[in-house]
Each structure stands twice: as structure tokens, then as C-alpha cells.
């Protein structure tokens, strides 16, 4: 089956610093992405979508220059927290879509980032 | 993309089947079921989708009713790894943007 993956699977850092997350399909490609946020016992909730080799659309209230996604190949999205603050402290989530054949979204299994 | 309605939890015993309901009566003529489940701090893992036809796969079945307002999820044999929260999702299918909307989804315990 389509497996897609992210690194880091955890990551802790000190808040005003970025972080980085990347998401890979390892097994086809895709030419869109999605970064999803989850906050404890949430439902997931929609940040923005990446397509490959254009901006990123984002969901209303989600500032993008804070949430920076770039999706430079057609198997690799990132997502920079840039400055982060203890409010960012949440599980993010991406998804890529093979649009080739299923037309089936698959997920990673997300990045805990936890802003001191 | 349509909204859908899930009861927000249930329980199931292990063995036996569990039948995870969906409406969606405002959804339109080229929408797609989805169901994904997410297991405790994991990425959401897809299931199973259809138009209008039920669906099986190795992992459940999908009964749409003929109106396509509503839908059932079935495991035939839950398991204790079954316990997960379970997304059903309506979408139109190769759209310019295919982007889900998560909702509540439904809770379901499996017990011993």
C-alpha cells in the first residue's frame, strides 16, 4: 500500500526558534499535499494544501508566513514553523495524494512539536 | 463538500461486528464516501471508499444505502486493535483540490 512519512516523529524546541518537518511519499507521487494540525483530543483541522512547484493554499486563519510549506518534488512537501510559541505545542499531520491512481489520500503519522 | 453526522462514540464487542453508521443527506451526485480511523497518536489510515455500490476490501465493508444519504461502516470481526476513532468523509473525487474536512467522527471502544 501507498506509505507516506514524516520527520521528525517528535521534536522539541525552544520557543522563537523554527522548525522544520518534511513529509515523503515513498512509493508514488504526489502533486499534492496536505499539513493538518491536531490539539489534544481534536478532531484534525485543515492548515493548508501544497501543490508541487506552486504556493500553497492556505485555510482562513492560518497565517502562511508562520506556516511556511514549500513542495519542491513531486514526494516531498516541508513545513517551518517559524518562531514558534508554546500555542504551536500540537501534533501536525500530512497527507499526500496519488492522484494517479486511487485518487486516495494517504497519511503520515504525524510530528509531535512541543514549543518550551 | 457535503458535512456528515456520526454518533460520537460506541462500543463493540471483540469477535463480533461492528457497524459504524454515516449520514450524509446533502450529499451531491459526484461525492465520494471516504472512512479513514485514527488509532491513538497516530496519522489517520484510509479504509475504504464508494460512489454508490457497496464496497469490500481486507479491512471492512461499505454498505451505501440507495439514496446515498447514509452509509455503514462494517468490521466483521472487531479486534481490540480496532479501537480508534473513525472518520467518515465525503469528497468529490479527483477535484482540483480532493482536500478533506475532517469532522468529529465516531469513538469506538472494542471490548474483551
Known amino acids: 500500500g501507498a506509505v507516506v512519512s514524516q520527520h521528525p516523529s517528535w521534536v522539541i524546541c525552544k520557543s522563537g526558534t523554527s522548525v522544520k518537518i518534511e513529509c515523503r511519499s515513498l512509493?508514488?507521487?504526489?502533486?499534492?499535499m496536505f499539513w493538518y494540525r491536531q490539539f489534544p483530543k481534536q478532531s484534525l483541522m485543515l492548515m493548508a494544501t501544497?501543490?508541487?512547484?506552486?504556493?500553497?493554499?492556505?485555510e482562513q486563519g492560518v497565517e502562511k508566513d508562520k506556516f511556511l510549506i514549500n513542495h519542491a518534488s513531486l514526494t516531498l512537501s516541508t513545513l517551518t514553523v517559524t518562531s514558534a510559541h508554546p500555542e504551536d505545542s500540537s501534533f501536525y499531520i500530512c497527507?499526500?495524494?496519488?492522484?494517479?491512481?486511487?485518487?486516495?489520500?494517504?497519511f503520515g503519522p504525524g510530528t509531535r512539536l512541543t514549543v518550551l | 463538500d457535503a458535512k456528515t453526522t456520526q454518533p460520537p462514540s460506541m462500543d463493540c464487542a471483540e469477535g463480533r461486528a461492528a457497524n459504524l453508521p454515516c449520514n450524509h443527506s446533502?450529499?451531491?451526485?459526484?461525492?465520494?464516501v471516504y472512512w479513514y480511523r485514527q488509532i491513538h497518536s497516530q496519522g489517520p489510515q484510509y479504509i475504504i471508499h464508494?460512489?454508490?455500490n457497496n464496497e469490500t476490501n481486507e479491512m471492512a465493508s461499505l454498505i451505501i444505502t440507495e439514496d446515498r444519504k447514509s452509509s455503514t461502516l462494517i468490521l466483521p470481526h472487531a479486534t481490540l486493535r480496532d479501537t480508534a476513532v473513525y472518520y467518515c468523509?465525503?469528497?468529490?473525487?479527483?477535484?482540483?483540490?480532493?482536500?478533506?474536512?475532517f469532522g468529529q467522527g465516531t469513538t469506538l471502544q472494542v471490548k474483551p
Open positions: 497527507s499526500a495524494r496519488d492522484a494517479a491512481s486511487t485518487d486516495t489520500q494517504y
Open positions: 512509493d508514488f507521487q504526489a502533486t499534492t
Open positions: 501544497s501543490n508541487e512547484g506552486s504556493k500553497a493554499t492556505y
Open positions: 446533502t450529499i451531491s451526485g459526484n461525492e465520494y
Open positions: 464508494g460512489l454508490k
Open positions: 468523509i465525503v469528497r468529490v473525487r479527483s477535484s482540483n483540490t480532493g482536500k478533506l474536512i
